[in-house]
């Protein structure tokens, strides 16, 4: 099972921005997902964004469009997540996850049940 690691949460001022990675231990193929999700404390974890390849398609709900950016570089097996304009209701532990969901709709993508490798998590907190 592959294994994820996210970095560059932290401690950011409302507006500001952060650039979270998630490092996979090895190639993730073609068929998969990766995915970030966040938690805050007392809610279920919510889908943030997911993008898919061959053709690099980025998945947001529309909660999230505008302001966050979902990359990948696949020579490092690394995707990011560039968040701008964060809010104090941003604050949670963000995860980045692979899968294969069966199929690529925006539901699909969103669905925590369809990823099967999750990493541990980094905390974002955003200060008004």
């Known amino acids: 099972q592959v294994q994820l690691e996210e970095s560059g949460g932290g401690l950011v001022q409302a507006g500001g921005s952060l650039r979270l990675s998630c490092a996979a231990s090895e190639r993730i193929i073609s068929s998969h997902a990766m995915g970030w999700f966040r938690q805050a404390p007392g809610k279920e974890r919510e889908f943030v964004a997911a993008i898919t390849w061959p053709s690099d398609t980025t998945w947001y709900p529309d909660s999230m469009k505008g302001r966050l950016t979902i990359s990948r570089d696949f020579p490092k097996n690394t995707v990011y997540l560039q968040m701008n304009g964060l809010k104090p209701e941003d604050t949670a532990i963000y995860y980045c996850?692979?899968?294969?969901?069966?199929?690529?709709?925006?539901?699909?993508?969103?669905?925590?049940?369809?990823?099967?490798?999750w990493g541990q998590g980094t905390q974002v907190t955003v200060s008004s």
């Open positions: 996850a692979t899968g294969r969901p069966l199929i690529r709709t925006i539901a699909s993508m969103g669905q925590p049940k369809n990823y099967d490798s």
